[in-house]
C-alpha cells in the first residue's frame, strides 16, 4: 500500500484561486516531499520540508507538516494555468521513498 | 548539467520477448530509484540503489524483472518474457545522497502487444 495518501484526487479550479492539497501518511518519516508532473513528463521537485519543520514556503508555494497526525499540506497561491499538472508526495520510510497516488490540478484559465 | 537521462524514450516489444531499458543518472548522484507508473496511476516503486550497499529489490513484481547498476552509474532494468500488464511507463530518478530529492528522467513508455 502506498505511504502517502493526496486528498482530493482531482481538483478543478478558476486562475486566480488558491489550491489546496492534502497528503496524509502512515509511518514516522525523516522528510516529507512534494512533486509535480506534467502530462507525459518525469516528477519535478518542488519543495522538501523535514521533520522537524511546520511550515515552508517557496515562491507561491506553502507547505505544511503536522507529525502529529501525519499530514502535510501544499498550498499554491495565485493559481495559474501553467500550474495545471498532478501533485504527488512522498514520504522517506526505510530507506525507500514512496508517493501517494497524486492529485491532478485543473486551473481553469 | 545534464540530467538523468533515460533511453529508449518509448519502447513497442511483443508478448514474450526481453526488453531491457536504461538510465543515466547525474553524475555524483549516489542514490538511483526505479519506478513504474500505470496511466493515471501514482508511482509503483520497483528497486533502489545506495552506493555500493546492496540493493533494495523489494518492490519488483516478478522474477522477470532485475536491474543492475555498473560501476555506481548507469543501471539496466531488464524485463524478461514481457506480458501485457508489464505495459506502463518506467521511470527513473536520481539523487545526491538518500534523504535528498529526486531527479527524474522523462521516462522510457513501454508497451507489450
Known amino acids: ?109 | 548539467g545534464a540530467g538523468v537521462s533515460q533511453s529508449p524514450s518509448n519502447k513497442v516489444t511483443e508478448k514474450g520477448k526481453d526488453v531491457e531499458l536504461r538510465c543515466d543518472p547525474i553524475s555524483g548522484h549516489t542514490a538511483l530509484y526505479w519506478y513504474r507508473q500505470s496511466l493515471g496511476q501514482g508511482l509503483e516503486f520497483l528497486i533502489y540503489f545506495q552506493g555500493n550497499s546492496a540493493p533494495d529489490k523489494s518492490g519488483l513484481p516478478s522474477d522477470r524483472f532485475s536491474a543492475e547498476r555498473t560501476g555506481g552509474s548507469v543501471s539496466t532494468l531488464t524485463i524478461q518474457r514481457t506480458q501485457q500488464e508489464d505495459s506502463a511507463v518506467y521511470l527513473c530518478a536520481s539523487s545526491l545522497a538518500w534523504d535528498s530529492p529526486l531527479h527524474f528522467g522523462n521516462g522510457t513508455r513501454l508497451t507489450v502487444t
Open chain 1, 1 to 109: 500500500s502506498q505511504q502517502g495518501e493526496e486528498d482530493p484526487q482531482a481538483l478543478s479550479i478558476q486562475e486566480g484561486e488558491n489550491a489546496t492539497m492534502n497528503c496524509s501518511y502512515k509511518t514516522s518519516i525523516n522528510n516529507l516531499q512534494w512533486y509535480r508532473q506534467n502530462s507525459g513528463r518525469g516528477l519535478v521537485h518542488l519543495i522538501l520540508i523535514r521533520s522537524n519543520e511546520r511550515e515552508k514556503h517557496s515562491g507561491r508555494l506553502r507547505v505544511t507538516l503536522d507529525t502529529s497526525k501525519k499530514s502535510s499540506s501544499l498550498l499554491i497561491t495565485a493559481s495559474r494555468a501553467a500550474d495545471t499538472a498532478s501533485y504527488f508526495c512522498a514520504t522517506i520510510s526505510g530507506s525507500r521513498l514512496t508517493f501517494g497516488e497524486g492529485t491532478q490540478l485543473t486551473v481553469n484559465p
